[in-house]
């Protein structure tokens, strides 16, 4: 069974650009979370899709946004990239939320 | 005062021994908990979920729930050297559908 996959699992941007993050959850998971990790700030939650509706969203600026689509794809974009956006961004999908989710390898994002 | 507080680490135990890592949570409403272990450079991994107060074991490892003192404990016996990671405590509230991570607990294993 593959797991949760992500691309690119590698990204340099300089400040200004914008990026788009790309997950693919376990098949038969309809629920796709984001997450940044950081040193700094540990793993923080950025938002929730279940079947293409955001359920939940984190406490980051409106830079920050994301969608899913009919087959539980999900995506998420940074624009106006800043240094402090450089982080791991982890996607997790779940088949029931409350059992657990299961991480991705995440993309390193780096912002020179 | 954060929502999940887990104790600071690093932990260092001998190969053998008993690792135990703690965590406390805020939100009385929680339901779910989780533990996972993440390795330098990769991402969580999903060791452990209890939801029910008591204990949950698997293996080497057990997990312990306390909802009147809000407190969620691991413990890994028989530390293995392969142990060694960064373990994190999430907790789930219903209909909230999100995780709410502590910092982690950093654990070296010793051979």
């Known amino acids: 069974k593959a797991g949760v996959t992500q691309t690119p699992r590698y990204l340099i941007k300089t400040r200004g650009q914008q990026v788009t993050l790309s997950c693919s959850p376990i098949s038969g998971h309809r629920s796709v979370s984001w997450y940044q990790q950081t040193p700094g700030q540990g793993l923080q939650f950025l938002f929730e899709?279940?079947?293409?509706?955001?359920?939940n969203k984190g406490n980051f600026p409106g830079r920050f946004s994301g969608r899913q689509f009919s087959n539980s794809r999900s995506e998420m974009n940074v624009s106006t990239l800043e240094l402090g956006d450089s982080a791991l961004y982890l996607c997790?999908?779940?088949?029931?939320?409350?059992?657990?989710?299961?991480f991705g390898s995440g993309t390193r994002l780096t912002v020179v | 005062q954060k929502e999940v507080e887990q104790n600071s680490g690093p932990l260092s135990v001998p190969e053998g021994a008993i690792a135990s890592l703690n965590c406390t949570y805020s939100d009385r409403g929680s339901q779910s908990f989780f533990w996972y272990r993440q390795y330098s450079g990769k991402s969580p991994e999903l060791i452990m979920s209890i939801y029910s107060n008591g204990d949950k074991e698997d293996g080497r490892f057990t997990a312990q729930l306390n909802k009147a003192s809000q407190y969620v404990s691991l413990l890994i016996r028989d530390s293995q050297p392969s142990d060694s990671a960064t373990y994190l405590c999430a907790v789930s509230t219903p209909n909230d559908y999100k995780l709410s991570f502590g910092a982690g607990t950093t654990v070296t294993v010793r051979a």
């Open positions: 997790a999908s779940s088949l029931v939320s409350s059992y657990g989710y299961t």
């Open positions: 899709y279940f079947s293409e509706t955001q359920r």
